[in-house]
């Protein structure tokens, strides 16, 4: 299926100053995002950027913030959470010109939405985190998303790759499927679930252990492992 320009917008997530020396391959993601964003704005293709935490990880690559239309700040793993999706979805306007509102309201035509550019291209860091939550939210918002595998990438291989092997499997309406099946199974049954989607973790999980290079860094209810300091340094970087 080929991608249609025209229907395209880019979004480049989180190649940041203090955060990209401790990504996997970093110099060649930085490079092969650069191209894609340079392409894309000669194709007029839409592109955007994101931040996660600038104050502590740094500004967006000016390798390839110079491309982007507008760069988003983010405190959430899924950029969605905090207004990308304002961004990919255009206002409403008014296709009225002249004196069209002095004329009566039932004269008046209502303001159309601009059409959206529905395919999302992404690349970006970590992959296994802001990237893949970034992803599955705009699925489920039904946009259709192609990942740039060579301008992603995380701090090991490891994880990077176990990214690529989740996005390209369950789609987001039989990840909530499955999900709505697990929450009613754990009613009657412990269930030991090893995943990377932390949404999901935290959707269903009573008690969470999060684990760094095979070492537990924390276990506690939900809440608390979302608010854990080590837990925020270990997955999103603390290079300050």
């Not at 992404?122 to 939550?133: N, T, Y």
């Not at 705009?138 to 990438?153: G, K, M, N, P, R």
């Not at 790759?161 to 499997?169: C, K, N, V, Y």
Request: hydrophobic share 45%; glycine share 4%.
């Amino acid at each position: 299926m080929l991608i249609d320009d025209q229907d395209s917008q880019l979004v480049l997530v989180d190649y940041q100053a203090r955060l990209m020396p401790a990504i996997f391959e970093s110099e060649s993601v930085v490079i092969n995002a650069k191209r894609l964003a340079q392409a894309a704005h000669w194709m007029e293709v839409p592109v955007w950027g994101t931040e996660q935490n600038p104050e502590k990880l740094g500004a967006l690559s000016g390798e390839v913030r110079q491309f982007c239309r507008s760069v988003l700040p983010k405190m959430s793993f899924s950029a969605c959470a905090d207004g990308l999706l304002d961004l990919l979805k255009p206002p409403v306007r008014n296709s009225q010109g002249g004196n069209a509102r002095s004329l009566p309201k039932h004269l008046q035509k209502k303001p159309e939405p601009e059409s959206a550019r529905s395919t999302i291209i992404l690349g970006g860091v970590e992959a296994h985190i802001c990237l893949l939550q970034t992803a599955l939210d705009l699925l489920e918002q039904e946009f259709q998303v192609y990942i740039v595998t060579d301008a992603c990438s995380s701090r090991t291989e490891r994880n990077r790759d176990a990214a690529f092997d989740r996005l390209a499997g369950m789609g987001a309406e039989e990840t909530r499927r499955m999900l709505d099946l697990l929450n009613e199974l754990k009613a009657d049954h412990a269930i030991l679930l090893v995943e990377h989607d932390m949404d999901a973790v935290f959707r269903i999980a009573d008690l969470i252990t999060v684990m760094v290079n095979g070492a537990v860094i924390a276990s506690d209810t939900p809440d608390v492992i979302r608010s854990n300091p080590a837990v925020q340094a270990a997955y999103l970087g603390d290079h300050a």
